[in-house]
């Protein structure tokens, strides 16, 4: 079984530009959640889908993030235009409809705001 | 107070010693508790999850659940090199589905 990918695992991008990650969760899990580590601080929650719906967007920061998951397959995270706060390690993870809730994450994509 | 507290670390065990890591909860009605394992510029890795007080053992794992207390426990027995990680404590709280996490404590084991 293919595990949770994302891409790319590295961006850097200047402040004011345009990012877009990419989350690839495990076929067949309706659960898909991003969550966000920026340096020396916590891992934390930045929104939830089921399936193609937001169930929870509670983590995002501010309007210059935008998710999408176009047919509740992969989903996109998009910066615009992105600060230099954004910076930090951002994670996909993915879980099934029920039972375990322990989700499995993917690599991550480090970006980096100069 | 943070949702989650852990002692940053880095606790330091001989190899082969017993690793205990321990991590507390505010919110009362939390029912999900989980243990990952976070090697440096990797992702978290799921190690043990636990729902109801007491012990649940996997291998050289325990976990360890007291909600009148708001703790949760991690106990690696035989601790080995490759033991060596950040291990965060993660929640669900109350009517949601996001995992909140702590802070993680480092671990060293010492060969």
Sequence with gaps: EAGVTQFPSHSVIEKGQTVTLRCDPISGHDNLYWYRRVMGKEIKFLLHFVKESKQDESGMPNNRFLAERTGGTYSTLKVQPAELEDSGVYFCASSQTTGNYGYTFGSGTRLTVV | ?111
């Design chain 2, 1 to 111: 107070q943070k949702e989650v507290e852990q002692n940053s670390g880095p606790l330091s065990v001989p190899e082969g010693a017993i690793a205990s890591l321990n991590c507390t909860y505010s919110d009362r009605g939390s029912q999900s508790f989980f243990w990952y394992r976070q090697y440096s510029g990797k992702s978290p890795e799921l190690i043990m999850s636990i729902y109801s007080n007491g012990d649940k053992e996997d291998g050289r794992f325990t976990a360890q659940l007291n909600k009148a207390s708001q703790y949760v426990s991690l106990l690696i027995r035989d601790s080995q090199p490759s033991d060596s990680a950040t291990y965060l404590c993660a929640v669900i709280n109350t009517g949601r589905r996001a995992l909140t996490f702590g802070s993680g404590t480092r671990l060293q084991v010492q060969p």
